[in-house]
């Protein structure tokens, strides 16, 4: 009988062949993050800023089914039909009226005052005013639906906050806010410049 000898896997290629396996089996995941479709939303949004005359060069889509941890605010440009920009975006803790062990992994949505949580729908993007947080900018935030009818009560604005990172920090989470949908400084600095050069009000839709 012939005998047949192994080299031993050494513990370096042993350590390359679990990475390989665990990057294999999340990989459905991250593909699934890719490849999502908002056409349905971009053909719906420019229906309704041209309705309603808001700008119809480009709105912001909020997608907060995605894991915080990744790109999930998209700048869209109506003309080009390409997505301009994206970055991080916070959702709401909602944990004030019930636990929430799941806060981190996925938005709850809520429009009851002190809810902390966030809120669905189409929101104008309003006046331009201080704020304590980051870049000390603020956007005030007209909710236009039932679901999100609470927001200047509410206080939920577009604002920046220094916690939030510049770029994808997957599968590490972002922090978590009071229901407002916060970026990155460094963001927030891209979206103001671009909202104070429209005469117009920007369509802001925040969906799952």
Known sequence: MELYHFKPVSMK????????????????EVETLATKDYNSFHKEAKTFCKENQYNEDYYFLVDLSVHSG??????????????????????????QFQENPNKWKKAKFDYRVNSHCSMKGKYKIGKRDYSSWGINVKYWLHGLEAANKSAVKRVVVLHSW???????MYPRYSPLSWGCPAVSDAFMKKLDERLQQTDRPVLLWIVE
């Not at 290629?13 to 459905?28: E, M």
């Not at 220094?162 to 994808?168: D, G, I, R």
């Open 70 to 95: 990744k790109n999930r605010f998209f700048i869209y440009d109506f003309v080009t039909k390409k997505v301009l920009d994206k970055n991080l975006v916070t959702h709401g803790s909602c944990d």
């Open 162 to 168: 220094s916690a939030v990172k510049n770029e994808e």
């Open 13 to 28: 290629h042993f350590i390359l062949l679990i990475a390989i396996c665990f990057l294999c089996c999340n990989n459905s």
